[in-house]
């Protein structure tokens, strides 16, 4: 589900007929778009609760209890990687091709990811 920028991880023992194991693999593909030129209107391909845009804590809480995750772990998964994702943020880099503009779209894109992380902290 690429598009979707979804995949699972399944595990079996060799020879088995059935998954030891299924679940979501960790989050990949996720940079933001918007800073780039022809790319400012893009939108994710996976509507969560109705939205494609600026999600917030409550719809992912939607999502936890559609899927029968329980509400605490959801709040404190999402509450962890939002931390993760603030201390990293002043790491980031540009692909190559985009390092000619260099600090402006650097301070675009932490000035998105910051204000997005807002309400998960």
């Not at 939108?43 to 992912?60: H, Q, T, V, Y």
Request: proline share 5%; glycine share 6%.
């Amino acid at each position: 589900m690429h598009l979707k920028n979804l995949a699972l991880l399944k595990t079996a023992e060799e020879g088995a007929d059935h998954f030891a194991s299924v679940r979501f693999a960790p989050a990949y593909d996720a940079v933001t778009t918007r800073v780039f030129p022809r790319l400012e209107h893009d939108r994710m391909a996976l509507k969560l609760n109705g939205r494609d845009d600026n999600l917030s804590p409550e719809d992912f809480e939607i999502l936890a209890r559609t899927i029968e995750l329980p509400a605490r772990w959801a709040a404190q998964c999402m509450s962890t990687m939002a931390r993760s994702i603030s201390d990293a943020v002043g790491t980031l880099v540009l692909p190559e091709g985009y390092r000619l503009a260099g600090d402006r779209i650097l301070d675009r894109l932490r000035d998105i990811v910051n204000g997005r992380l807002g309400p998960f902290i």
